[in-house]
């Protein structure tokens, strides 16, 4: 996750997972709930919320997600 040459960065939604060798450069938009599948590149690119990211920059695609990233990856919050 980094920087872009205008020193503009990545926003991240809640439940979002990067996987091995992924990367978040520059003005990004991930949605909620998203993927950024192993070694993609997203660059100054929105994800929508509820998607997996895949591939490189320019070329970096999107699929819906079939399951909820928050639910599959990440742990509930305990109540106490």
Same mark, same amino acid.
Request: charged share 15%.
């Given at each position: 996750?980094? /920087?872009? !040459?205008?020193?503009?960065?990545? @926003?991240?939604?809640e439940g979002v997972a990067m996987f091995a060798g992924s ?15 192993? /070694?993609? !590149?997203?660059?100054?690119?929105? @994800? ?12 970096v695609q999107f699929k819906p997600a079939s399951i909820r ?7 509930? !919050?305990?109540?106490?």
């Amino acid at each position: 996750v980094g /920087g872009n !040459l205008a020193l503009e960065y990545p @926003v991240i939604g809640e439940g979002v997972a990067m996987f091995a060798g992924s990367s978040l450069i520059g003005r990004c938009q991930i949605g909620s709930n998203s993927a950024i599948a192993a /070694g993609a !590149l997203v660059m100054d690119t929105d @994800v929508p919320a509820d998607h997996v990211a895949f591939g490189m920059h320019p070329a970096v695609q999107f699929k819906p997600a079939s399951i909820r990233t928050r639910d599959r990856f990440f742990l509930p !919050l305990a109540t106490y």
